[in-house]
């Protein structure tokens, strides 16, 4: 029972270059959500999509572009990366709010752990 | 907008003591919490979630939090800490009609054997 699946685990960056995490879910759910985790600042959402076909900004939206490829993937995209955006990365699914399920929790991958030179 | 404060950086207790991990939200209308625990190198695990109804929800590994309207808080609690307790705990809060989950910075807790 794999849940959600992020890959790659680790990776290390030079300021300027691209990179795309993945990330799946094999739940069906229908919402997908990827935060950034940074000491002392909690979790705070980057992008969202509340179903197949539509995604919406967060608080932090800035430098980064999401795709919805389908309703198991839901990929987070660094143009240019920035020192800034060294963080962990967790994406996470949850069943869709407008079903009456707004109580679903989410369910989080094992994260990405990110770090720009 | 909807917001978590979580006033305590780390908590500190012996392992058979009781536990408790301070949450204090703000919200319009009525409010979804919730209590995630992360371990290190791993996402965050549900443990609890209060929607409506008994103040007092019982979630995992013997945790529960209690709701309290007028004072706006949602703390969670263990009547006795186990070493394997240890691990970063995040308040969270969801507003009716809103799909997105407001996080607080999170609560380191250390039992000490």
């Known amino acids: 029972n794999a849940g959600v699946t992020q890959t790659p685990k680790f990776q290390v960056l030079k300021t300027g270059q691209s990179m795309t995490l993945q990330c799946a879910q094999d739940m069906n759910h229908n919402s997908m959500y990827w935060y950034r985790q940074d000491p002392g600042m909690g979790l705070r959402l980057i992008y969202y999509?509340?179903?197949?076909?539509?995604?919406d900004k967060g608080e932090v939206p800035n430098g980064y572009n999401v795709s919805r490829l389908n309703k198991r993937e839901f990929s987070l995209r660094l143009e240019s990366a920035a020192p800034s955006q060294t963080s962990v990365y967790f994406c996470?699914?949850?069943?869709?709010?407008?079903?009456?399920?707004?109580?679903?929790?989410?369910?989080f991958g094992n994260g990405t752990r990110l770090t720009v030179t | 907008a909807q917001s978590v404060a979580q006033p305590e950086d780390q908590v500190n207790v012996a392992e058979g003591n009781p536990l408790t991990v301070k949450c204090t939200y703000s919200v319009s209308g009525n409010p979804y919490l919730f209590w995630y625990v992360q371990y290190p190198n791993r996402g965050l695990q549900f443990l609890l979630k209060?929607?409506?109804?008994?103040?007092l929800v019982k979630g995992s590994y013997g945790f529960e939090a209690e709701f309290n309207k007028s004072q706006t808080s949602f703390h969670l609690k263990k009547p006795s800490a186990l070493v394997s307790d240890s691990a970063l705990y995040f308040c969270a809060v969801r507003h009716y009609g809103n799909n997105r989950l407001a996080f607080g910075k999170g609560n380191q807790v250390v039992v000490i054997p």
């Open positions: 996470a699914s949850s069943d869709h709010p407008g079903t009456g399920l707004e109580n679903s929790p989410l369910h």
């Open positions: 999509s509340a179903s197949e076909g539509t995604t």
């Open positions: 209060y929607i409506t109804g008994d103040n």
